[in-house]
């Protein structure tokens, strides 16, 4: 063992120096140099830390660098999360996303656009007038119907929800409350 180096390490080194912090880690932890000022020292730690990834040697398991426009990252060339300003398409990050997709800015992901769907019109209702379904001769009748899914973005809008129109009825009195 080499004057400098340690085996009375702490925080899962195997292997330490006073100058450099952990040179090798226990099995199963991962090796990451960690920058303080202008100094470099290795650390050990369970899992990488964000904008970085890990990857497992036989003899060493390593933190490398995720992309400059990731945040986190599955390898260096997936990326799970971009830094602010990017979106994520496909494990890549984009300043802007691919034709036929849009910005997500609630995710920070390129996502399908979705159009809007509505329902069929229900039937027309009865024609009434204040209410009522009779002691008139022209009312209004109305029909409704659902919105299945609402747009994204830039998605095409949903169309009116319900519509009335003109009617005009058989005259027919009304019979008094109480009788009949």
Not at 15 to 20: G, I, M, P, R, V
Not at 55 to 73: E, F, G, M, Q, S
Not at 95 to 122: F, Q, R, Y
Request: charged share 25%; glycine share 10%.
């Amino acid at each position: 063992v080499h004057p400098n180096v340690s085996q009375g390490c702490q925080g899962g080194c195997a292997t330490c120096s006073d100058y450099n912090g952990c040179l090798s880690c226990k099995p199963r932890l991962f090796f990451v140099l960690e920058r303080i000022g202008m100094k470099q020292i290795g650390v050990c730690l369970s899992s990488c830390p964000s904008g970085y990834y890990g990857t497992r040697y036989p003899d060493i398991n390593k933190c490398a660098k995720c992309k400059a426009d990731c945040d986190t990252c599955f390898t260096r060339n997936f990326c799970t999360k971009c830094k602010s300003g990017f979106y994520l398409f496909s494990g890549k990050c984009l300043e802007k996303c691919p034709e036929g997709l849009e910005a997500n800015n609630h995710t920070m992901e390129c996502t399908s656009i979705v159009h809007c769907e509505a329902s069929e019109w229900s039937p027309w209702s009865p024609c009434t007038k204040r209410g009522k379904t009779c002691g008139f001769r022209k009312g209004n009748e109305v029909r409704f119907r659902e919105i299945l899914q609402h747009p994204s973005a830039r998605g095409n809008p949903c169309p009116a929800t319900s519509e009335s129109r003109k009617c005009i009825v058989q005259r027919k009195k009304c019979q008094k409350e109480g009788k009949g």
